[in-house]
């Protein structure tokens, strides 16, 4: 069973930059595509991007030229970051990172949430304008 635990959420003003970051615990899951979704009160979640172990990433839409997501992996644990730049008040959600133990792929993001076994409690942001 893996444990996410994410940070790194805040306010910001529109147009700032924000990193978040997620750490998986148990450096078993070293196969683990991981990555971020979004949720906004009352709608779906909605895949933001994701990342597998050998370093591919692909990005919904929102996300593209904005948004950079990487990974760090090591014997111990693995952590994922999610740096979010020029942020609109759009971009305002609970961010929860996700992993699974299989490769991710182009459409893995827009399958939604069911894809993804493991989840983290969500870590808030919020943009102003």
């Known amino acids: 069973q893996a444990h996410l635990a994410e940070s790194g959420g805040g306010s910001v003003q529109s147009g700032g930059s924000l990193r978040l970051s997620c750490q998986v615990s148990e450096g078993q899951y070293s196969t683990l595509c991981m990555g971020w979704f979004r949720q906004v009160p009352g709608k779906e979640r909605e895949g933001v991007a994701t990342?597998?172990?050998?370093?591919?990433?692909?990005?919904a839409n929102s996300a593209k030229d904005r948004f950079v997501i990487s990974r760090m992996n090591t014997n111990i644990r693995n952590t994922v970051y999610l740096e979010m730049n020029s942020l609109k008040p759009e971009d305002s959600a609970t961010y929860f990172c996700?992993?699974?133990?299989?490769?991710?792929?182009?459409?893995?993001?827009?399958?939604?949430?069911?894809?993804?076994?493991?989840w983290g409690q969500g870590t808030q942001v919020t943009v102003s304008s």
């Open positions: 990342i597998n172990y050998d370093g591919a990433t692909y990005y």
């Open positions: 996700v992993a699974r133990l299989s490769r991710c792929v182009r459409e893995t993001i827009d399958q939604g949430s069911d894809e993804f076994a493991y």
